[in-house]
C-alpha cells in the first residue's frame, strides 16, 4: 500500500480548469499523491481559461498519465488510491462513466473507483441541465458516484474568484476526509458562532 494518500485527478474538457489547478495546490499542501490525466479537450479549455500548460501541471503531480494510455496503474483496482475526482467534468465524460462503456483512461479509471466502492467525485459543469442530464446523474448516483457542481457557498462571503474556488475545492476534499486549511466552516469561521460574531 502507498505510503502517503493517493487520489486521482481526472481534468475534463468543461469550463472550470482552475478547480483542477486548486486542487493540485491542496494535494501538494496535504502530501496526497496526485495522479493525474488530462483528456485533449481539458487541455485545450486550460489554455482557454488559465496561464497553465498541462506540462506544468503535471510536473506538480505525483504522476501523469496519457489519457489513451489505459495500461496506466490506475486503470487497475489492484492499485491503491483514496478515490478520484473530476475536475472539471463534462457531461461527456459524466455520461461515458454512466455507461459503463468506458474509451479512455479517464473513464476506465473512473468506473474502476466505482466497481472498488470508494469515492467518485464529478465537478459537473453545465447549466441549465435538461432531462437526460438528470437521468444520467441519478444513474451516476444510483451507482455511487458523488455529484458535486462547484456552486458558491455565498455564506462564505466571498471577495474574489479565489475565495469561490477555494471554497468548492475545500467542501470537495472533505468528501475524501481531509481538512484543508482555506475551507470557510459555517459556525466557525462564519456565520453563528464565528469569531466576527458579538
Request: net charge negative; with cysteine.
Amino acid at each position: 500500500m502507498a505510503d502517503r494518500p493517493r487520489i486521482i485527478l481526472g481534468m475534463s474538457g468543461a469550463s472550470g480548469s482552475i478547480y483542477g489547478v486548486r486542487l493540485i495546490e491542496a494535494f501538494n499542501a496535504l502530501d496526497i499523491e496526485c495522479h493525474l490525466v488530462i483528456s485533449a479537450p481539458g487541455a485545450i479549455t486550460l489554455a482557454s481559461e488559465t496561464e497553465e500548460t498541462p506540462a506544468a501541471l503535471e510536473a506538480r503531480a505525483h504522476a501523469s498519465y496519457r489519457n489513451a494510455d489505459i495500461a496506466a496503474p490506475i486503470a487497475s483496482g489492484s492499485f491503491p488510491t483514496r478515490g478520484m475526482i473530476i475536475a472539471p467534468c463534462s457531461v461527456r465524460t459524466m455520461s461515458e462513466i454512466a455507461t459503463g462503456v468506458t474509451s479512455s483512461l479517464m473513464t476506465r479509471a473512473a468506473d474502476v473507483i466505482l466497481k472498488e466502492r470508494k469515492p467518485l467525485v464529478l465537478m459537473v459543469r453545465e447549466t441549465p441541465f435538461h432531462l437526460g442530464h438528470l437521468r444520467t446523474m441519478t444513474a451516476l448516483a444510483e451507482m455511487g458516484a458523488i455529484i458535486f457542481p462547484p456552486l458558491p457557498a455565498f455564506y462564505t462571503r466571498p471577495e474574489s474568484i479565489d475565495d469561490i474556488v477555494d471554497q468548492s475545492v475545500g467542501r470537495a476534499l472533505d468528501l475524501f476526509g481531509f481538512e484543508w486549511e482555506r475551507t470557510k466552516r459555517w459556525g466557525e469561521d462564519v456565520g453563528p458562532g464565528d469569531a466576527g460574531s458579538s
